[in-house]
């Protein structure tokens, strides 16, 4: 189908008073409702697994509330629940009895309530998808639309059906990887069928063609063409956002380490502002570390920066920092340094203690960084150590058994 024969698609499609578009998705203010409310609902899912009174059923659970609210939506997301429904004989979907992969889920919804901008988005659909929990598929799409309506087109067996009709295709329906190469063609399609920025209304008209209501008509051509290329594009960046979320995973557990060793030295931690809502081993960060970065008499600017830096110690009810740490696993050394820089020459008589924590393969690294002539004159007076990955943690749970304070971490740094 050329981009002709597309726009004569979408006019039909548009024009059919019965069609979805006109009964679901131009349906004005109920349907923007609907985002709001399950925006909620995904907040309130999010906070009973953190809390752990999510419960081992849907019956009951908040997601139940998030997908009643979802299915309301007319027909096009009918049976939008069936894939989340505890099925016990076959123990799936397995987020309800498993405690590890229903803070997984919890942590996906957590980060897609946060994230701004597409990369994001889709980088935690791929780190869901590689997560491989049974029974989980595909189906989170219907969650994530109404948080990213023009990032994430919504999935069902008729849109999967369309989809193949209308590009000659054979997506399957319970595969990651189809829908995310699905989701290259939808994207590449609506922008040229120019219908809207939410990919609900090309979804729509998918359901259309999947239900047997509007014909396809021609699949040859330009599109089909256009959809080989985009499963490339798909399996491309799926492949880099696993990638980026091992090391992403690793910082984690680091910035989780200095988390529970500066709590157990008894002092106040703040985490920085954008991994707030990063959790690890079943424990929030939003639950273990100040919610905001104490006032400093800061400017804007420098506030905005000091409140990026990975790790925070406070020494308690004060605004006094006893230590900060900048974790690296595979970003740029300066970065963290540049940051550190900021916050020392931003307090005056600054005493606290700076630490950049970092692969024991990356030593040299950090090293030939500290060597810079302009680090070097800048951190003359400022104590800046490295702390290795493993020695942190070999060492933790001595350092929080018996630590008293920051000198604890004399044992493990390399000065």
């Given at each position: ?8 698609l979408?006019g039909?499609?548009?024009?059919d008073?019965?069609s979805?578009?006109?009964?679901w ?5 109920e ?7 399950i925006r ?7 906070d009973a697994?953190a ?8 019956r009951?659970s908040?997601l ?8 309301e ?26 405690e ?6 919890g ?5 897609c309530?946060a994230a ?16 491989r929990?049974?029974g ?6 219907n969650?994530?639309y109404f ?26 329906l319970g595969?990651?990887e189809?829908y995310l ?13 120019r219908?809207s920025?939410?990919l609900g209304?090309f979804?729509?008209?998918l ?5 047997g ?14 959809n080989v290329?985009a499963?490339?594009t ?14 992403e995973?690793?910082?984690?557990k680091?910035q ?23 959790s690890?081993?079943g424990q929030?960060?939003a ?11 800061l ?10 830096i990975d ?6 009810g ?22 550190l820089e900021d916050l ?42 490295y702390?290795p990955?493993?020695?942190l943690?070999e060492?933790?749970?001595?350092l929080c ?5 920051r000198?604890?971490?004399k044992k493990i740094?390399r000065?």
């Open positions: 189908m050329d981009a002709t024969a597309l726009e004569t979408v039909r499609y548009k024009d008073p019965e979805v578009y006109n009964t998705f131009a349906s004005g203010e349907r923007l409702k609907a985002f709001r409310a909620r609902g995904v907040k309130d899912a999010v697994i809390a752990g009174t999510f419960g081992n059923d849907f009951g908040p139940e509330t998030v997908l009643a609210a979802i299915t939506q007319k027909e096009v997301f009918e049976g939008a629940a069936h894939p989340f429904y505890w099925k016990p004989k076959l123990r799936i979907p397995d987020i309800y009895e498993n590890a992969n229903k803070r997984t889920f942590a996906f919804l957590s980060a309530l701004t901008r597409e990369e994001q988005v889709l980088g935690e659909m791929s780190r869901l998808a590689e997560a929990i049974k989980l598929g595909p189906s989170v799409a969650i994530a948080l990213h309506p023009t990032v994430v087109p919504p999935f069902n067996t008729a849109m999967v059906k369309g989809f193949n009709a209308l590009f000659a295709d054979k997506k399957k595969s990651w189809s190469a699905m989701r290259e063609t939808i994207v590449q399609a609506n922008a040229a069928a219908m920025k939410d209304a979804a729509g008209l359901y259309e063609i999947g239900t209501r509007l014909a396809a008509g021609d699949d040859s051509g330009a599109l089909r063409e256009a290329a499963v490339k798909a399996k491309s960046r799926h492949e880099k956002a696993v990638a980026a979320q091992r090391d995973s690793e910082h984690t680091i989780h380490l200095l988390v529970k060793i500066g709590r157990a030295l008894k002092y106040d931690v703040h985490v920085a502002r954008n991994d707030r809502n990063r690890h081993d929030s960060f639950l273990l570390t100040l919610p905001a970065l104490p006032d400093m008499g400017s804007a600017e420098v506030a905005d920066t000091v409140s990026l790790v925070l110690w406070l020494k308690p004060t605004s006094e920092i006893a230590c900060a740490f900048e974790v690296e696993k595979s970003t740029a050394i300066y970065s963290g340094m540049l940051r020392a020459r931003s307090i005056p008589g600054c005493v606290c203690h700076f630490y950049l924590v970092a692969p024991r393969g990356r030593e040299r690294e950090v090293r030939a960084q500290l060597a810079r002539p302009s680090f070097r004159a800048a951190l003359a007076d400022i104590t800046l150590a702390i990955f493993d020695e943690c060492h933790c749970d001595a058994k018996f630590g008293d304070d000198e604890a971490l740094v000065a």
